[in-house]
């Protein structure tokens, strides 16, 4: 898909891969009835890297870099991702608000030009569950990225088997790119 087009969606699925030693992601558009269509892009993190990384293909015969990010740190406990093409020109970052995430996930998302971004889990009463009852981590969580109390962007974990995701794009100048990193940075580095 070229990256004009890509920049014209407002809603994708982000779809993980059930892989024993690897995570990887299908990024889909969203069909006009809602379900998942053409894929966009493939995902698949390194495992067992220094600097956590992922790299973001046009499909997965990963012929063909779409972009990546990449911790700037070894030590994640509030790390900042870098978000680049595949020239290694940069796209905008992403962090994780170490503090705010001790009882609901937060994560601040940075482009030239925009304002920052905050995402954070819609519902605190699922946070608190996820947190501090073991056998519930596996329930859903649902963020809503704001900028100035105004919506830019929503990604919305679904029940099932696999992780699913339903992502929606209110603002039409972010980055779509930026906003896939993000999504799949929810489930590759949230348990972290």
Aim: aromatic fraction near 10%.
């Amino acid at each position: 898909m070229q990256l004009d087009n890509l920049q014209t969606l407002q809603h994708f699925h982000i779809r993980q891969r059930l892989r024993m030693m690897v995570n990887q992601y299908e990024v889909r558009a969203a069909s006009p009835d809602g379900t998942e269509g053409e894929l966009l892009a493939f995902a698949q993190q390194k495992r067992l890297a220094f600097k956590e990384q992922v790299t973001i293909y046009t499909d997965d015969s990963k012929q063909q870099p779409l972009l990546g990010f990449k911790a700037r740190q070894r030590i994640d406990l509030g790390a900042t991702y870098d978000v680049t093409d595949p020239a290694g020109n940069p796209i905008g970052l992403f962090r994780k608000d170490f503090a705010q995430s001790l009882l609901r996930s937060t994560w601040h998302v940075e482009q030239a030009g925009l304002p920052q971004v905050t995402g954070q889990e819609r519902s605190m009463p699922v946070a608190l569950l996820r947190r501090f009852v073991d056998s519930l981590s596996w329930l859903p969580y649902h963020f809503d990225f704001t900028a100035g109390g105004q919506p830019v962007f929503s990604v919305v974990k679904k029940w099932g088997l696999r992780d699913k995701y339903i992502v929606e794009v209110q603002n039409p100048q972010i980055d779509r790119r930026l906003v896939i990193a993000m999504a799949v940075a929810l489930d590759a580095l949230q348990a972290r």
